[in-house]
């Protein structure tokens, strides 16, 4: 037996979006020290989701794929109305969700369900899974007769592979495997027949023995159950099985979004393809070059300028967004590396402080230590350059001289790089923008 409709609503041509997402910010206030709150005063914000314009079509797999920290289960959290949008529009089949009150969201949720990442911490350990499915219809008042509901809940535990349903009524969590109660939450999340669900994770704590199972069911229930998905995950080998299209996050943005089987065959962004080089190789014997980029994600607080993307780049270039923290983070890998060289403590005697070069800026004006000339440091630096010449760090440089007592480093002014069309994908890199 389906689900019944939770209203009567016409059906749309199957191109037309069941959500759309203009411009949609998502900020976290970071506290500072006692004293910061005390007064009220505010150390920063993390831009989480910062500024993503997207269209979920009806009946399409949509995945959301990025590292952890890309902002993706935000985005997916905003949606569901369980983190407020900053600024920004969500339509939800032509109705803006963004902004309402309480009981409002009450009447989105029978519309929009989810399936966490954890099935342990999903399920109530103290119901029963006949309850824990039972009771979104309870809630939302849908069906009172007890033996309708019954048959209701048995049912879709047979759809979702927990069957016999009727076995499982009184079963508690801990009587379930972990794929089982990745079941009981998909089953739990249909009732309602939503017209989206959003899956974060859904298989990434199972066993590999059961992950391709569960996917199949949510294949299955998507063409039984006519539903949209929008699948949050950070594997890319598991939204090759499942996804339509494929939207590429990384610090708060898409920097790709496309057909899936041309993200896979031909991908544009270069964090796309490093995220594609990443996939393991299940054949020992094989040898598959893993060239990943460098470094770790920074830190959402204080984003790079220009092209998030552009401090890990192989292949950035002059308006990719250069600033004073890469002269910092140039330095700082260099001494590194050189772990134990009495060069290192030479160095770093020459340029001195480096705290500021902290704060994010196209210019850089650096303080030659006392007693030290700034043309020694900009001979420091050439020497490096000279290292190493292809390194990307120095197509941003426009600048190096001398001026004074201090070293004046000027930058490529920055561009963010705006999603365009490259072949059948949108690509947000200056390689495609800009001539390189």
Request: hydrophobic content about 40%; aromatic content about 4%.
């Amino acid at each position: 037996m389906r689900p019944e409709p939770v209203e009567a609503q016409a059906t749309p041509a199957f191109d037309e979006p069941l959500v759309s997402i203009r411009d949609l910010r998502t900020y976290y206030t970071i506290r500072g020290s006692f004293l910061d709150r005390l007064v009220g005063r505010e150390a920063g914000i993390v831009r989480a989701v910062d500024g993503i314009s997207l269209d979920i079509r009806r009946g399409e797999v949509l995945g959301l794929v990025g590292e952890s920290g890309s902002g993706k289960t935000t985005l997916g959290r905003a949606l569901l109305g369980l983190v407020p949008a900053t600024s920004g529009t969500i339509e939800l089949e032509g109705r803006e969700v963004t902004g309402l009150s309480e009981r409002q969201r009450r009447v989105l949720r029978r519309r929009v369900q989810v399936v966490f990442q954890d099935p342990h911490a999903s399920l109530n350990p103290a119901m029963t899974i006949g309850e824990a499915v039972a009771h979104p219809l309870r809630i939302h008042g849908l069906e009172r007769n007890r033996e309708q509901l019954r048959r209701r809940v048995v049912d879709v535990l047979d759809r979702c592979g927990l069957a016999p349903g009727a076995d499982f009524l009184d079963r508690y969590p801990s009587d379930l495997s972990g794929g089982q109660k990745q079941r009981a939450v998909i089953a739990r999340a249909i009732i309602l027949n939503p017209a989206l669900l959003v899956a974060d994770e859904p298989v990434s704590m199972l066993d590999m023995s059961v992950r391709a199972r569960v996917l199949e069911l949510m294949l299955s229930l998507k063409r039984d159950f006519e539903l949209t998905y929008l699948y949050i995950t950070h594997d890319l080998a598991t939204a090759r099985l499942v996804c339509d299209r494929i939207a590429i996050m990384y610090l708060g943005r898409i920097v790709e979004i496309g057909p899936a089987d041309a993200i896979y065959a031909d991908p544009k962004h270069p964090y796309t393809q490093a995220l594609l080089r990443a996939i393991p190789e299940p054949d020992p014997t094989r040898a598959v070059p893993r060239d990943l980029p460098r470094g770790e994600v920074p830190d959402a607080a204080l984003p790079p300028l220009g092209c998030p993307f552009h401090p890990r780049c192989p292949h950035a270039f002059e308006p990719c967004g250069w600033e004073s923290r890469d002269l910092r983070e140039l330095l700082e890998s260099r001494w590194t590396r050189l772990a134990g060289d009495p060069l290192v403590e030479q160095e770093q005697a020459l340029v001195g402080d480096l705290g500021v070069l902290a704060r994010p800026t196209p210019e850089v004006r650096l303080p030659a230590p006392r007693g030290r000339q700034a043309e020694e440091i900009v001979a420091l630096l050439d020497r490096i350059r000279a290292e190493a010449p292809d390194e990307p760090f120095w197509r941003g440089v426009e600048r190096l001289t001398a001026e004074g007592s201090h070293v004046r480093l000027d930058f490529h002014m920055p561009k963010e790089p705006l999603l365009e069309r490259e072949g059948k994908a949108d690509v947000a890199c200056h390689l495609y923008t800009e001539p390189s």
